[in-house]
Structure formats: structure tokens, C-alpha cells
């Protein structure tokens, strides 16, 4: 059972830097995808970044160069970190794990079946 549990979010003023942190269990499969999205109402939950078992990473085009994920295998963590943050990157952020074994895409939300609970991001302008 694959389980995700999220945290890191606060608030900071623009221009500043958090890290979100994913601890991940029972993704023990040799082919993944893991991601992390967003969500601010009314706006549609949106795909930030992803990484694949290759550690192959992709970005949205509104936080490349900003965002970085990774991944520690060892410590079975996902990463997000966020720097030269906007008031527009305020949203909960969501850690979720993609094993249909289909190409790795943060787009793809429908691939995406495992999710934690979110972490809350807000930026103040």
C-alpha cells in the first residue's frame, strides 16, 4: 500500500524559498512516476514537476528555473524546492505517486493514484 505524507509549507514573502518534503512508502516498484501539484481555488489542481525511476525530471513552464525536484531513494523522500517564490505559487501542494508504468507526466493527473494529504503554500507579495 502505497502511502504519501507531505510537510514543509508555511508562508514566506516573495522572493523567498521553502522546501516540501514527501515521505513515501510501499512504492517499491522498479518503474514510477512521482510528482508534486498544486491547487488554489477556483483554479483546476495543476502539475508543478515530476520525476521518474530514472530520476528523469520534468517541469511546468511556470516554475522552471525556479522549482526543483528530487529524490533520496535511500531515505525514500521526494523533494520540492521552491525558489524565487510568487504570490501566483500560493496553492496546497500535493506529493502523488504514478505505477501504471505509462510515461512520466505531471500533466497525466488521471495516472496519478496515490496522493497525500497536501501541505499549504502561501506567498506574500
Not at 515530476?50 to 525511476?53: G, K, N, Q
Not at 525536484?69 to 521526494?78: F, P, R
Given at each position: 500500500q502505497v502511502q504519501l505524507v507531505e510537510s514543509g509549507g508555511g508562508s514566506v514573502q516573495a522572493g523567498g524559498s521553502l522546501r516540501l518534503t514527501c515521505a513515501a512508502s510501499g512504492v517499491t516498484y522498479s518503474r514510477y512516476c512521482m510528482a508534486w501539484f498544486r491547487?488554489?481555488?477556483p483554479n483546476e489542481r495543476?502539475?508543478?514537476a515530476?520525476?521518474?525511476?530514472d530520476s528523469v525530471t520534468s517541469y511546468a513552464e511556470s516554475v522552471k528555473g525556479r522549482f526543483t525536484?528530487?529524490?533520496?531513494?535511500?531515505?525514500?523522500?521526494?523533494t520540492l524546492q521552491m525558489n524565487s517564490l510568487k504570490p501566483e505559487d500560493t496553492a496546497m501542494y500535493y506529493c502523488a505517486a504514478d505505477i501504471s508504468g505509462d510515461p512520466c507526466d505531471y500533466r497525466d493527473y488521471d495516472d496519478f493514484?496515490?496522493?497525500?494529504?497536501?501541505?499549504q503554500v502561501t506567498v506574500s507579495s
Open positions: 491547487e488554489a481555488p495543476e502539475g508543478v515530476a520525476i521518474d525511476s525536484i528530487s529524490q533520496d531513494n535511500a531515505k525514500n523522500t521526494l493514484g496515490y496522493w497525500g494529504q497536501g501541505t
